[in-house]
């Protein structure tokens, strides 16, 4: 069976075969679902591909930039060496502000001219406090942070007076801002209030005692170098984060952009609302019929094979996943304010949407399913005890585990092959040095980029739809009617 | 390694993870109540409306077929009538002829008979006639010959031939 070999995971269960094959006389629903299913792995595939490739160019040129990077650390080291290095810096910055960059206690500037993509891509996908326009406009957003002992601290990111690559040139009761991200000084000591930095903050990658690499963060002021915490991860340090002396809950680039296409949409919904409802009777137009095609496409083959005769209850969820999901991986196509931002591809995004498709689907189980999950009729006791029944609650824990992470990873991994080709230019062109080779990566960048950028339009439908039909198969397996059938009674 | 160490998106933040959630939810609750159950109504409401013209139309067409096929019955009845009068009226019609004609027979007939009748009723009457004359004549004859002395033989025959000759039958 075609269904089996394309959903390896489901070739575990001759439950859920078996439900493939009791549905499989929807004939065009099912078709259309077993077609995007295998264009689906197919992407996937392609997706793999992509980022072997760009991740091994991205790691070639990591290598190349630490190689350009040596001796330039190296000349640090020797105090009488120093100061040319610091001068031809300032003079490519073109910064000319008081203090700042005289000297740090820190040692010297370590974030290098050498362009470094795998750096950059991963700058660009991340969240950020403060929404980086062009040049040194920023867009300021509310900041709200909690540090444990200390309170909070609320404010916008213009407090931190952010110049170029995102960075703060003061410190504020102790919190800077790092590459558009706010860090705070791990010194309890140090003073409230603004602080000026001597420098920009900098980091450098350590080994700690248990063999990992981690990166530290630190910043020069008051002639003091201080290392900086970032903003504490749930992730247990497997990721590494981990829960650090502050908390941050202000509304960064990401949320705002979900603000903004949450608002846009419900703003688009309700015209289409309205001009339904006002045009009962009479054939659609304008808005609505690019709506109402998408809705009767859930609902009709998405809900209702998937779901079945509940389905309307079920609809708005779906429907809300869909256009959310959606609204926000079109919106970060756009490559400038307001869009850019990597919404659908940050996992803290993507668990929460899992996580509601999770808990409708496991509240609204019924008696049929948790039976077939926890004691399946018709097996041995030995083997259910052994294998079924373990199998079914890691199953019960998978589907939304995949579910977040095949969004995560198809978005985040689309921005960073564009991000990537982006690179092209400036790594041709040696960071701006070299006009020549900008050209040369500008004519390999452009198509390049196009081409992902289409492809990309392509999987902002394609992930949204899937993570609504598979929300609609959960839901639909876990409210499935008991149905005569003599597989496994 | 360098980037993966700080690959943040991949480290779920407190922070994000509540926005998302307050603004998913919201999402979700005014979309189902201001958008998907007006336009969902609207699209049911169409559906059905749609749903109706079209039964409508096949009722319609039934009608318009069960008429036709009235009108075709009536029309057959209507032809059958008209040859089942014209039928009629032929038979009618070979009926009266045949009735005239056996009328016009008789009358024939009778008027035939009564001429005959009349026609022997004259010539008896002329026979009577005939007769009274005849024996009148005779009369007048021997009265006349009685008158007249009866001469000769020879007279007397020329005499009587005189008087037949006289007697005009007619």
Redesign the interface.
């Known amino acids: 069976m075609s269904e089996k070999r394309c959903f390896p995971y489901f070739f575990l269960k001759n439950k859920f075969a078996g439900f493939f094959k009791r549905k499989s006389h929807r004939t065009f629903a099912a078709d259309l679902k077993i077609a995007f299913l295998n264009a689906v792995m197919i992407s996937l595939r392609k997706y793999c591909i992509a980022l072997i490739f760009s991740g091994l160019s991205?790691y070639a040129f990591?290598q190349h930039g630490s190689d350009h990077q040596e001796p330039h650390t190296e000349a640090t080291q020797h105090p009488t060496e120093q100061a040319p290095a610091e001068g031809a810096h300032e003079a490519e910055h073109g910064v000319s502000g008081g203090d700042m960059h005289a000297e740090c206690p820190c040692g010297a500037h370590e974030e290098s001219e050498v362009f470094?993509a795998?750096?950059n891509?991963?700058?660009h996908?991340?969240?950020a406090n403060a929404i980086h326009v062009i040049g040194d406009i920023y867009v300021h957003l509310p900041v709200?942070l909690y540090a444990p002992g200390h309170g909070w601290t609320i404010t916008t990111t213009a407090a931190f007076k952010p110049e170029h690559h995102g960075n703060g040139a003061i410190a504020k009761d102790g919190y800077v801002l790092v590459h558009g991200?706010i860090m705070r000084i791990q010194d309890p000591s140090f003073p409230a209030g603004e602080v000026a930095l001597q420098c920009d903050p900098s980091?450098e990658?350590v080994t700690t005692t248990d063999g990992k690499?981690?990166?530290v963060y630190k910043v020069g002021a008051n002639n003091t170098c201080y290392h900086l915490d970032?903003?504490?991860?749930?992730?247990g340090g497997m990721?590494?984060?981990g829960i650090t002396s502050f908390?941050?809950?202000?509304?960064?680039r990401?949320?705002f952009t979900?603000?903004l296409t949450?608002i846009l949409?419900?703003w688009l919904?309700?015209k289409?609302?309205?001009s339904?409802?006002g045009?009962?009777?009479k054939a659609?137009r304008g808005l609505q019929n690019f709506?109402?095609p998408l809705?009767?496409f859930i609902?009709d083959e998405v809900a209702k094979p998937n779901i079945g005769r509940n389905y309307e209850r079920y609809?708005?969820?779906l429907?809300?996943a869909f256009?959310?999901i959606l609204g926000l991986n079109l919106i970060g196509q756009i490559p400038f304010f307001p869009g850019s931002a990597?919404v659908t591809?940050?996992?803290?995004?993507t668990?929460?949407?899992a996580l509601?498709t999770f808990f409708i689907s496991t509240f609204s189980a019924n008696r049929h399913f948790w039976e077939h999950t926890l004691w399946m009729p018709g097996v041995p006791a030995l083997l259910k005890i052994l294998v079924l029944t373990p199998v079914e609650i890691l199953g019960l824990f998978l589907k939304p585990f995949t579910l977040l992470l095949r969004l995560?990873a198809n978005i985040?991994a689309g921005h960073i092959v564009i991000l990537s080709f982006v690179s092209l230019i400036f790594i041709f062109g040696d960071a701006g040095k070299s006009v020549g080779g900008s050209i040369t990566g500008i004519l390999a960048s452009v198509p390049l980029t196009l081409f992902m950028m289409a492809l990309e339009l392509l999987v902002a439908f394609l992930q949204a739809f899937i993570f609504t039909m598979l929300s609609a198969v959960y839901i639909g397996t876990a409210i499935e009617d008991p149905h005569p059938h003599g597989d496994h009674h | 390694m360098l980037f993966l160490a700080d690959f943040s998106v991949i480290r779920p933040e407190p922070g994000l993870l509540i926005w998302t959630t307050i603004i998913f939810l919201l999402f979700w609750f005014l979309m189902s109540r201001f958008a998907f159950k007006p336009i969902g109504a609207a699209l049911k409401q169409r559906e059905q409306d749609i749903q109706d013209a079209l039964d409508l139309a096949q009722k319609a067409r039934q009608e318009v077929s069960n008429l036709q096929a009235e009108n075709e019955k009536l029309l057959a009845q209507a032809r059958e009538e008209r040859s089942a009068i014209l039928k009629e009226a032929k038979e009618a019609k070979d009926e009266i002829i045949a009735e005239a004609k056996e009328r016009a027979n008789a009358e024939y007939k009778r008027k035939v008979e009564s001429a005959m009748q009349d026609i022997e009723n004259q010539k008896m009457a002329a026979l009577v006639d005939l007769k009274n004359k005849a024996g009148q004549m005779a009369i007048e004859i021997a009265e006349k010959v009685l008158q007249r002395e009866l001469g000769n033989k020879a007279d007397q025959e020329q005499f009587a031939q005189s008087l037949v000759n006289q007697i005009k039958l007619n």
């Open positions: 991205v990591a470094n795998g750096d891509a991963v700058h996908i991340a969240d709200m991200s980091h990658v690499e981690k990166t970032p903003k504490s991860t749930v992730d990721m590494g984060g908390y941050d809950f202000s509304i960064t990401n949320v979900m603000l949450a949409l419900f919904f309700l289409v609302a309205r339904a409802a045009n009962q009777g659609p709506i109402e809705y009767t609902r609809m708005p969820y429907l809300s256009f959310f990597n591809g940050n996992i803290s995004v668990i929460v949407l509601i995560f985040t």
